[in-house]
């Protein structure tokens, strides 16, 4: 199913991971280009419901119109509140596709591709007060530091941090273009093209919050799937892929799991699949997005 606008990945293990009943409630909370949700509706009969979230109002250009479907724009991290509304307290599965659109990518003026000059943008919700251009102007060290360090895992992350507060002092580093040109000389020769995504991915991470969005996530979908119900996750780096797979298998984010009185697990989800699955090489050689893929899938027990 090739989609300009996003071509789904893993999309028959992730059909499989939801176990779609056939008059079941479910929920995408990352609609995109609706490639997962269209599965989702096809496989459903005609008593489901399938609502599907994105907080970026392009999504809606892909909008189904079907009966069984509801779409709301908005952050997953408000999803329990949001499915009240509609009221509704627990779903049969729940699946997240977790980060940018190809479509997202491609457009220029969105600011989240190396590929293109652009204003540094990187907002999936364009409302939000928070973009790549304010981060780079107006944080000071220390934090520059602690954003490319950890979401970016730069290695050289204080000096980056420096550099950039430095390059600021002569003019604002409003562009893709200028703020490349102004650490020209800090990134390893050969491997420009590794840094600037892993800079990149640092400033998204930053300013849509996708960390704390997850978690939040994560916690209220405990709280919302039936017992047996199912958790699907796609993530793309290392950094999402822990979060999801610390709380599958431990209830928590870090530390260890904890246990009752008699020694059983508190946590309420059980793995599906014990290892991560990862796409096929078939798949990768004809959507190059499915090669960074991690699915996890989880039971709520
Ligand atoms: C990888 S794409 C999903 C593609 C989709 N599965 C498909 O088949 O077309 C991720 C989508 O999730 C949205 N998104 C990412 N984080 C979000 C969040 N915290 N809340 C709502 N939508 C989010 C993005 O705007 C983007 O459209």
Redesign the pocket.
């Known amino acids: 199913m090739n989609?300009p606008?996003?071509?789904?990945?893993m999309?028959e293990a992730c059909m499989q991971g939801l176990a779609i009943k056939s008059d079941g409630l479910y929920v995408?909370?990352?609609?995109?280009?609706?490639?997962?949700?269209r599965s989702i509706l096809a496989l459903m009969g005609e008593k489901g419901h399938l609502y599907a979230?994105?907080?970026?109002p392009?999504?809606r250009k892909?909008l189904i119109h079907d009966n069984r479907f509801t779409f709301i724009q908005?952050?997953?991290?408000f999803l329990k509140n949001n499915l009240r509304l509609y009221g509704l307290k627990h779903v049969d599965g729940i699946?997240a596709?977790?980060?940018?659109?190809s479509?997202?990518f491609d457009q220029a003026e969105r600011g989240f591709s190396t590929r293109f000059d652009a204003r540094l943008d990187m907002r999936?919700?364009q409302s939000g007060e928070l973009d790549a251009a304010k981060i780079v102007n107006t944080y000071n060290e220390d934090e520059l530091h602690r954003i490319f360090g950890m979401y970016g895992e730069i290695h050289n992350a204080r000096t980056l941090a420096k550099t950039l507060v430095k390059a600021r002092i002569t003019g604002t580093l409003e562009t893709v273009a200028t703020l490349k040109d102004s650490i020209k000389g800090l990134m390893p020769r050969g491997k420009e093209h590794k840094y600037m995504a892993q800079l990149f991915q640092a400033l998204r991470i930053e300013v849509?919050g996708?960390l704390d969005?997850?978690q939040t996530?994560l916690q209220q979908s405990a709280e919302l799937l039936t017992p047996g119900g199912r958790l699907v996750i796609?993530s793309?780096h290392s950094l999402e892929d822990r979060l999801v797979k610390n709380f599958i298998g431990k209830g928590k984010f870090r530390g260890e799991v904890e246990k009752d009185f008699f020694g059983n697990e508190i946590k309420p989800f059980k793995s599906v699949n014990r290892k991560a699955i990862t796409a096929s090489e078939d798949e990768i050689a004809v959507n190059n997005r499915a090669r960074s893929a991690k699915l996890r899938i989880a039971e709520k027990i």
């Open positions: 989609n606008y996003h071509t789904p990945v999309l995408d909370v990352t609609f995109g280009g609706g490639g997962h949700s979230f994105d907080q970026d392009d999504a892909n908005q952050n997953f991290r699946l596709d977790l980060g940018v659109s479509h997202q999936m919700d849509n996708e969005a997850l996530f796609l793309y």
